[in-house]
């Protein structure tokens, strides 16, 4: 923990002109006494701290002291900081705060500016990410109930292993206890959450080919043909942009996108159906079936209006 503490106060300094005592004990939580410490131990390894007198005092490294950075360049170092500046707005957390320090002092060229990362995202809470997060680090069970994508509701209680964030959505990757299995959770659906204070004692070791499809999973995608109208083009490229287009003479446009399962997917058809009239499905015409029989539910729904 010393030396942890002593590495972020020396990077502290190399990104500030000068620091109080003061400042930096409640900064790292600690007495001011142990801050001097901290510091003639810094001063022990070679690293040319200054003290400064008056109101505006307090230490400082020696002007035209640099670190080496050969072992990283400096774009490199720009979009690093690029990402944790994101990652620390949604997490709060100090630790990236720290790494951040590191990299400006490392080069203090600062962020990318021809990239901006938001992985904010309107279905999740910064605060409840943080949460998760934390019991993911302190291998802490979670309970909560959960709607999966069938309208089901289960209740689970999970090992967490780690977030991960797709497709505008957080998700949680952990070992279910009900399943017996790994499963992934998008935490939009999560209810009720309790972060326990049980502690699980396994060590969860999953490689990524696990959160891939499997080559029977590969065999059951279908591909989907939509035709877009031109006043509707903004909003299918919004949710289609990567997927194969063609831009028809009249300004429509007609896609062609890889579905699991497209019958099934209650996510496509929430999709299309937001479209209204400005889209409409060449195939399969199974889909086409299904389509209509939502928009008779939906005119039903409002024949007493």
Same mark, same amino acid.
């Given at each position: 923990m010393k030396l942890e503490r002593l590495l972020a106060i020396i990077f502290k300094l190399l990104n500030n002109e000068i620091l109080s005592a003061s400042r930096l004990a409640d900064e790292f939580q600690v007495t001011t006494r142990t801050i001097y410490r901290d510091i003639d131990?810094?001063?022990?390894?070679?690293?040319? =701290? =200054?003290s400064h007198q008056g109101t505006n005092g307090g230490f400082g490294i020696i002007e035209g002291y640099k670190m080496d950075k050969s072992f990283m360049g400096s774009n490199d170092i720009s979009i690093l900081l690029?990402? +944790? @500046?994101? +990652?620390?707005?949604?997490?709060?957390d100090k630790n990236m705060q720290h790494t951040m320090d590191k990299l400006s002092a490392v080069d203090p060229t600062g962020y990318d500016k021809s990239l901006l990362i938001d992985l904010a995202s309107h279905r999740t809470e910064p605060r409840l990410l943080t949460e998760l997060r934390m019991a993911i680090l302190d291998k802490k069970v979670i309970r909560f109930d959960y709607v999966s994508s069938k309208n089901e509701f289960t209740a689970r209680e999970i090992e967490p292993i780690h977030l991960r $964030?797709?497709?505008?959505?957080?998700?949680? $990757? @952990?070992f279910c206890r009900e399943r017996k299995d790994y499963r992934e959770f998008r935490i939009s659906r999560m209810m009720n959450i309790?972060?326990?204070q049980d502690t699980y004692l396994q060590n969860h070791k999953i490689n990524d080919d696990e959160l891939s499809h499997s080559k029977s999973d590969m065999e059951r995608f279908e591909d989907v043909v939509i035709w877009v109208h031109p006043n509707s083009l903004s909003g299918a490229l919004?949710?289609?942009?990567n997927y194969p287009k063609v831009l028809n003479r009249d300004g429509s446009m007609t896609f062609t996108i890889?579905?699991?399962e497209p019958l099934h997917a209650r996510w496509l058809k929430?999709? +299309? +159906?937001g479209f209204g009239s400005g889209v409409k499905i060449i195939k399969p015409v199974e889909l086409q079936a299904i389509l209509i029989e939502?928009? %008779? %539910?939906?005119?039903k729904l409002y024949e007493d209006v």
């Open positions: 131990a810094i001063c022990a390894a070679g690293i040319p =701290v =200054v690029t990402v +944790l @500046s994101s +990652l620390s707005r949604i997490f709060e $964030y797709r497709f505008r959505n957080w998700y949680i $990757y @952990s309790t972060i326990t919004d949710q289609f942009r890889s579905v699991y929430s999709i +299309l +159906l939502e928009a %008779k %539910k939906i005119v």
